[in-house]
């Protein structure tokens, strides 16, 4: 998804530095360079910071074909668990590549273990969401054993996808072996690239077939056109009442709900109309525990809510005001931050609560949420309707803060005062110092630094509250990188 593009048109131009403009990126260029900064470093952290999301290939495959090791050649490091027996790889893991100077994210693929319904079912329930939430796919069979049942299963899922495919035949280690790779011409997917993964033989000519298979920039899926509703995903464990507050704000039953935890399998979207908007509200499966300690439906279920976080704007987080506040809350609210979303934090079921629990309450959000002290808060009831009125306006306020972008001048003037205010402790000797910076993407805020050395965590953290407390940001996570300067070039 393109995040520089607003749904409702409202945004500024595209431009290809980021979020700057030609002006503002001449004259930060400048300043780049009489820094002694290096110009295509420059250029590239830019890049880097303002692209928003990286296109995603996925790899998939049935059991055992190499889809591991060929996502360690593909990243060019060994970290993709490998091991001769199938069902290692459990959850979807997501590593950052490049290949010919393009960057791009790698999802490798598990969870083939899961046979409550039969593993032809279970390959083809994570496939499809693999192939759903990707760009493009690099489909890996193994040429020596040739195309089995469940590789034609996994072909039917990748034509009804209609995702650009490259086909990747693995454990070719010689020219003996690329008679075996011809035949898998009668797939239909296309050519069939003879690949060695253990060895890397044939994987540079595959990569360059990904790369005209990738996008330059994922698609937009913001609201259904320009001007189109924003998606409001509703997340959290299982029976703290989504689907309650669906009903509720939608005005009718819409969805089914039940005391009975994890009525809601898929995620279901509704148009509903709230403070004269309407909004697509997105009800999603409780998200239980870990995902690969889930088994079957459940298992399924977290990931159909992970590609809906995806594709939404806002993540409403409810949490149940009459229980502690639980590992598993905290681990959904990582996920909305993790995914680059605006958060809203509803504490649902508040007229049940007495003034004991409410004190309680509030020390429990102080310590184990104090990390989104910035995402706007509501105490709603969805079974009596209290409070709902203040719903859209929370949403707004995130939308708001997600969508913020400073100025580069703006901005470098508030950092030189920071740092002349509370300059970065004296470590080895040396004061690195914050020379100047950039905000290079919005949607959600994306800052790049540019510093003389290196930027401890602790005074990065710094930074990012002070940026609050000067701009806002009120409901938007903000991602901040550093580069630091290697060596100090001339003045120019």
């Known amino acids: 998804m393109n995040d520089q593009i607003q749904p409702d048109g409202s945004a500024e131009h595209e431009y290809e530095h980021g979020a700057l403009g030609d002006a503002e990126y001449a004259e930060f260029m400048e ?105 493009a796919v690099v489909f890996v069979v193994d040429a020596k054993v040739g195309a089995t049942d469940t590789d034609e299963a996994v072909v039917r899922l990748l034509r009804k996808a209609g995702k650009p495919v490259v086909l990747a035949a693995n454990k070719v280690d010689g020219q003996s072996g690329e008679a075996d790779a011809a035949y898998l011409w009668n797939l239909g997917l296309g050519e069939p690239h003879p690949v060695s993964a253990l060895h890397g033989r044939g994987t540079g000519d595959m990569l360059d077939a990904v790369l005209e298979a990738l996008p330059e920039a994922p698609a937009q899926t913001f609201g259904t056109a320009i001007g189109g509703p924003r998606r409001i995903a509703l997340i959290g464990r299982p029976n703290v009442g989504k689907s309650s507050l669906l009903n509720k704000v939608a005005g009718e039953e819409r969805v089914v709900v039940n005391e009975l935890a994890g009525t809601t399998r898929d995620p279901v979207d509704e148009l509903i109309q709230l403070g004269g908007k309407t909004w697509k509200f997105v009800d999603t499966a409780g998200i239980r525990k870990r995902v690969h300690l889930q088994q079957g439906a459940d298992y399924y279920a977290s990931l159909r ?38 958060l809203v934090l509803a504490y649902n079921k508040w007229d049940t609560l007495d003034e004991e629990r409410r004190f309680y309450l509030e020390r429990e959000i102080e310590t184990e949420l104090g990390q989104v002290a910035w995402a706007p808060r509501v105490n709603v009831s969805a079974r009596t309707g209290r409070h709902m009125e203040k719903l859209v306006p929370a949403i707004e306020t995130a939308l708001e803060g997600w969508e913020t972008r400073v100025p580069t001048g703006r901005l470098n003037a508030f950092l030189g005062e920071l740092v002349s205010a509370h300059p970065h402790p004296v470590r080895g000797g040396k004061q690195p110092r914050i020379l100047f910076g950039t905000q290079a993407g919005t949607k959600p805020p994306r800052f790049v630094l540019f510093a003389s050395g290196f930027i401890e965590a602790g005074y990065r953290r710094f930074i990012e509250r002070r940026l609050r407390e000067e701009f806002g940001f009120e409901g938007a996570p903000i991602h901040l990188s550093v580069r630091v300067r290697e060596k100090r070039g001339r003045k120019k």
Request: no cysteine; glycine share 10%.
């Open 31 to 135: 300043l780049a360079a009489e820094e002694g900064f290096d110009v295509e470093d420059v250029e590239g952290a830019i890049e880097e910071a303002g692209h928003g999301p990286l296109p995603v290939l996925a790899v998939v495959g049935r059991p055992n074909v190499g889809k591991s090791t060929l996502v360690n050649r593909i990243i060019g490091r060994r970290e993709a668990v490998v091991e001769d027996k199938p069902g290692v790889t459990r959850d979807r893991v997501t590593y950052e590549a490049e290949w010919s100077g393009r960057r791009f994210k790698v999802v490798d693929t598990g969870g083939w273990e899961q046979d409550v319904l039969g593993i032809d079912a279970s390959v083809a329930a994570q496939a499809e969401y693999a192939i759903e939430a990707a760009d």
């Open 305 to 342: 809510t992970a590609a809906a976080v995806e594709k939404a704007e806002v993540a409403v987080v409810l949490i149940d005001a009459t229980e502690s506040i639980s590992i598993q809350d905290q681990r959904i609210v990582t996920m909305a931050v993790e995914a680059g979303r605006a």
